[in-house]
C-alpha cells in the first residue's frame, strides 16, 4: 500500500534554504520566485507525490515552517 502524505508551508515562517528541497525523496518540493515578509524564496509543494515521511519537517532549521500529514490510504 502507497503512503499518501500532505505538507502545508507556513511561508512566513520558510527561509528559502532549500534543504527540504535536496532531502525530500520523491522530490515534490521545490522553491518558487516569492518573496515572504523577509524576502526570502519560499519553498512549495507541487501538489501530489508526498509520502508523508517527515524528512523535509526534520531537516528544516524552522520549527515552524512545515507541517507533513500522513493520510489513510
Ligand atoms: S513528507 Fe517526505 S515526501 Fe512529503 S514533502 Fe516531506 S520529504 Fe517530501
Ligand atoms: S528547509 Fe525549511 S526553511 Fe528551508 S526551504 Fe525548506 S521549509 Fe524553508
Known amino acids: ?3 499518501h502524505g500532505n505538507l502545508i508551508v507556513s511561508i512566513e515562517e520558510c527561509k528559502g534554504c532549500g534543504l527540504c528541497v535536496e532531502a525530500c525523496p520523491p522530490k515534490v518540493l521545490h522553491l518558487t520566485q516569492q518573496l515572504n515578509h523577509c524576502g526570502y524564496h519560499t519553498v512549495e509543494y ?4 508526498c509520502t508523508g515521511c517527515g524528512i523535509c ?17
Open 57 to 73: 519537517f526534520y531537516v528544516c532549521p524552522e520549527p515552524g515552517a512545515l507541517a507533513v500529514y500522513r493520510l489513510a490510504a
Open 46 to 49: 507541487t501538489g501530489q507525490g
Open 1 to 3: 500500500m502507497a503512503l
